[in-house]
């Protein structure tokens, strides 16, 4: 059973940073794709960013791009989000999904039903 653990959400201040991590476990696949979404109250899930773990490739929401930043480590099997210059918009609970796909098309990076397994997630605060 493929396991997510969410860690690094807090209250920051406009314009800070935060870097969100997520824990994979309890699969051998060595190929997977890996997605951040956000829910921030009364809205629908948005897909964030997602990073595959064969080439690296990734997909950033034009939301985020030029701010939040995606990146691996396979070894501990491990996503990073580093979110920089963030925005009281970007206050949502943060869930990172595992996906046994390669792809980080834009289709599916946005598209949670296409995610089986997730994560408790994480709150992220922006609020001065």
């Known amino acids: 059973q493929v396991q997510l653990v969410e860690s690094g959400g807090g209250l920051v201040q406009p314009g800070g940073s935060l870097r969100l991590s997520c824990a994979a476990s309890?699969?051998?696949?060595?190929?997977?794709?890996i997605g951040w979404f956000r829910q921030a109250p009364g809205k629908e899930r948005e897909g964030v960013s997602c990073?595959?773990?064969?080439?690296?490739?990734?997909y950033a929401a034009d939301s985020v791009k030029g701010r939040f930043t995606i990146s691996r480590d396979n070894a501990k099997k491990t996503v990073y989000l580093q979110m920089n210059s963030l925005k009281p918009e970007d206050t949502a609970v943060y869930y990172c999904?595992?996906?046994?796909?390669?792809?980080?098309?834009?289709?599916?990076?946005?598209?949670?039903?296409?995610?089986?397994?997730w994560g408790q997630g994480t709150q992220v605060i922006v609020s001065s």
């Open positions: 999904a595992w996906v046994p796909s390669i792809s980080t098309r834009h289709s599916m990076c946005v598209n949670d039903a296409q995610f089986p397994y």
């Open positions: 309890g699969f051998t696949l060595n190929y997977y794709t």
């Open positions: 990073i595959s773990s064969s080439d690296g490739s990734t």
